[in-house]
Structure formats: structure tokens, C-alpha cells
């Protein structure tokens, strides 16, 4: 199962579009408040149907959630392949919402549940890092093949077409998970189960203080970075048109080499981080101390980043970004772990997703607003000043490590 669920990250990552998705909507006339509008729509569908996907999933068998995920993947593809309107747009990113929200905690949930079944639910961040290591390696191929298709065909948009055929290979992929991973599934569809699952993981997320704090945690630290992290695609377009060695080449094709080049960097380490994230918890203590030491280290990139974005210091820039792609690999399989002990087991994918869904309100909020600043202030500087507030804050109001949940003890 090892090989099944790395191979699921490997394909999910095989998403073409992704090192050129602000280029490509670029491309078609689009403003940075513009963009910021559509990634912040995709996070509101993605978070209406979030929770409710994360029982459904609980009850109805994971599998199927998986397998309607990819599903809806391919029609949000196509979409943007074929979108010439702004309205239509959207259409791409309800799909793409729909997608999230059946993924994002159900296959989480599906590890930790073989790895309860097999006995070794104490290896949670390492394993759970050890898949995600190959999500990157993924990501790390299909930056190369990006690049190589945008640089052939010197336009962004075409490579959304390519972006499916990953997505069919998954789904086979799906079909041969042992039907034990789909939880306890019930016969017949219950909107009373499904409402008392989701009220009774609502009541935990908002009534337990360890829980919620993880919850905002997650909105501080992935909100942030996922609302920001494609800010990077415009900044190495302007580097790439400025370096002389390149100039005979068309802006697509330089940024196709630049962008190729530095997120194949990014990916590569951030599979290294992933896989050795369990080594920083091991240094620190265990998954809370090496939350807080990760804080540290978020607020003082994002306070470096301020002065180099204004000023315009792109290789400080670049190298920043990259620093904080790879920290939020450090990051990522902690939390998870922090989320799963704070859960049940008939509850974890629903836990899982509201994990998910936190992190979506956050990127609601702060992807049209840095958008929005960003067109204001005419740099990305405001991106280094609205991180840096939001790790001060986080910074001060948790500074001590989460108590255990007793319920945990009865899994």
C-alpha cells in the first residue's frame, strides 16, 4: 500500500498547469485582483463542500470520494483549456473547489487508517512525510515537463490538456485499494448521519481549545502560504525577461526556462523535507516543538522578504520563496499529525477536512487582498508585510504546547 499511496501523490502532482497558473490567467487579460478573485471563489467552493465531503467519505466509502475528486479535476482542466471569458472561469474553479474538498482529507485519512490497521500508528509523520516526499518528486518531474510543453508550444494555456491524462491513471490507481480503507461505510445515504458526523466534528473543532488552535494555526501558516506561494510565477517572469543571455527568445519560452529551472529546484528539496520532517520533530521533541520552532523561522523569511520585495532584489526574492516552499514541507506532515491526535478514528477524515477547510477560509480572505495590494502599491511587497503579521500573531498567542486529547486515548 506504500507504493499505492506514494504513487497516488506522484500522479496527483503531475499537474502541469501549476508552476504557470498565474501566467497562464495573466495571459488572458487577467489583473492580480482578478486572479485573487478566482482563487478566492475556488476556496469558497472548496470550503461549502469540505466538511460535508469529509463525512460523506466516513460513511459512504473513501474510495468513491477519491474517484469523484479526480472526476471533477478533468472537467475543471478542460474548462480552463477552453475558457476565453472570465465567467467561465469560474465555472474552472468550481470544479477545481469540488475536487480539493473530496480529496483533501479523505486520503489522509486512508493512511492513518492502514497504518492503524498495520499496527504502526506511532510512524504517522514519518510515513505520512514519506508519501508527500514523492508528491514532490511529482511535482518535480512534471515542472520539467511543464516547462518543456510551454516552451514548445509558447503559450501557457495548452498545457491544462495535459494535466488530465494523470488524473485517469489515478483513478485506476483508486480502484485497486483494498475496500477496508473505506471506513465504516453505512448501506443507505442518511443526511441525519452525515449532519450528526459533521456536528459532532464541528462541536470538537470549536468547543476543545487544542483543536482549536490547530485550526488557526493551519489558517495562519497554509492560508498564507497558499495565497501567496504563486506570487513567485510573475517574479520570475520579470527575472527571466531581464537576464541578456536570453533575450533572443520569446517571454514564454524565457520564462519557461527560468520557471522550469527554480521550481524543479523547489520541488526536489521540498521532497527531501517532506520525507525528513519527522527528523526536525525527533530534534525538537516531537510535533509541537517543532511547530514553534517553524514559526520562528516563517516570521523572520517573511520579514526578509518586505525589503527585497520592494526593492526588487530578485535573486533575495527567488531564493526566499524557495526557503518557504521548503519550510512548509518541514511544516505539513506535523500538523497533519498534530490534527490526528487531536481526532477519532470514526471521525479522522472529517477532522482531516476541517483542517482543509481552514486552511481555504484563510485563502478566501488573503488571495484577493494581496492581490488587491499588490495592484495598489504596484510591487509584491505587501505579501512580506501580511505574512510577517500573521506569524507575530500566531507567535503571541501560542507560545505553549497543546495538551493531549483524552479521546485520543480510546482509539
Known amino acids: 500500500m506504500l507504493f499505492r499511496f506514494s504513487l497516488y501523490g506522484f500522479l496527483k502532482n503531475q499537474r502541469y498547469y501549476d508552476p504557470f497558473l498565474i501566467l497562464a490567467f495573466r495571459e488572458k487579460g487577467l489583473s492580480f485582483f482578478q486572479i485573487g478573485i478566482l482563487i478566492g471563489f475556488r476556496e469558497v467552493c472548496t470550503n461549502i463542500f469540505e466538511i460535508p465531503s469529509g463525512a460523506l467519505a466516513d460513511l459512504y466509502g473513501r474510495r468513491r470520494a477519491m474517484i469523484l475528486s479526480f472526476c471533477a479535476y478533468i472537467a475543471s482542466f478542460a474548462t480552463f483549456a477552453v475558457s476565453e471569458s472570465y465567467l467561465l472561469l469560474f465555472g474552472g474553479m468550481f470544479f477545481f473547489g469540488i475536487g480539493d474538498a473530496f480529496r483533501s482529507g479523505t486520503h489522509k485519512a486512508m493512511i492513518f487508517d492502514w497504518l492503524s490497521l498495520m499496527g504502526r500508528s506511532d510512524e504517522k509523520t514519518k510515513i505520512y512525510g ?19 510543453l510551454v516552451f514548445y508550444t509558447g503559450n501557457y494555456t495548452d498545457i491544462f490538456w495535459f494535466s488530465i491524462m494523470p488524473c485517469f491513471i489515478n483513478i485506476i490507481n483508486f480502484l485497486g485499494y483494498p475496500s477496508k480503507l473505506d471506513g465504516n461505510m453505512q448501506s443507505e445515504f442518511s443526511l441525519k448521519a452525515v449532519a450528526l458526523l459533521l456536528s459532532s466534528a464541528l462541536k470538537q473543532s470549536v ?34 525577461i531581464a537576464l541578456p543571455f536570453l533575450i533572443t527568445m520569446g517571454e514564454s519560452k524565457r520564462s519557461a526556462l527560468l520557471v522550469g529551472g527554480v521550481y524543479f529546484i523547489l520541488y526536489f528539496i521540498s521532497s527531501f523535507a517532506s520525507r525528513n520532517s519527522h527528523k526536525v520533530s525527533d530534534w525538537k521533541g516531537g510535533d509541537e516543538g517543532a511547530a514553534q520552532f ?4 516563517n516570521l523572520t523569511l517573511f520579514v526578509l522578504l518586505i525589503p527585497a520585495l520592494w526593492y526588487s532584489l530578485f535573486p533575495a526574492i527567488i531564493t526566499l520563496f524557495v526557503a518557504l516552499a521548503i519550510l512548509q514541507n518541514f511544516w505539513r506532515p506535523g500538523l497533519i499529525s498534530r490534527f490526528n491526535e487531536q481526532s477519532t478514528p470514526e471521525m479522522s477524515a472529517t477532522i482531516l477536512s476541517i483542517e482543509a477547510q481552514s486552511k481555504s477560509l484563510a485563502t478566501i480572505v488573503l488571495a484577493p487582498l494581496l492581490g488587491l495590494l499588490v495592484d495598489l502599491v504596484g510591487n509584491f511587497s505587501p505579501v512580506g508585510i501580511v505574512g510577517a ?18 479521546a485520543y486515548s480510546q482509539k
Open 389 to 406: 503579521c500573521i506569524a507575530v500573531a500566531i507567535l503571541i498567542a501560542y507560545h505553549s504546547e497543546l495538551e493531549p486529547n483524552p
Open 294 to 297: 517553524m514559526w520562528w523561522i
Open 130 to 148: 514519506y508519501t508527500r516526499s514523492w508528491s514532490q518528486m511529482g511535482s518535480a518531474l512534471s515542472v520539467l515537463i511543464a516547462a518543456a
Open 207 to 240: 468547543q476543545f481549545p487544542p483543536l482549536r488552535r490547530l485550526v488557526f494555526e493551519g489558517m495562519g501558516f497554509e492560508g498564507m502560504y497558499k495565497a501567496s506561494k504563486d506570487f513567485l510565477q510573475p517574479i520570475l517572469k520579470q527575472t527571466a
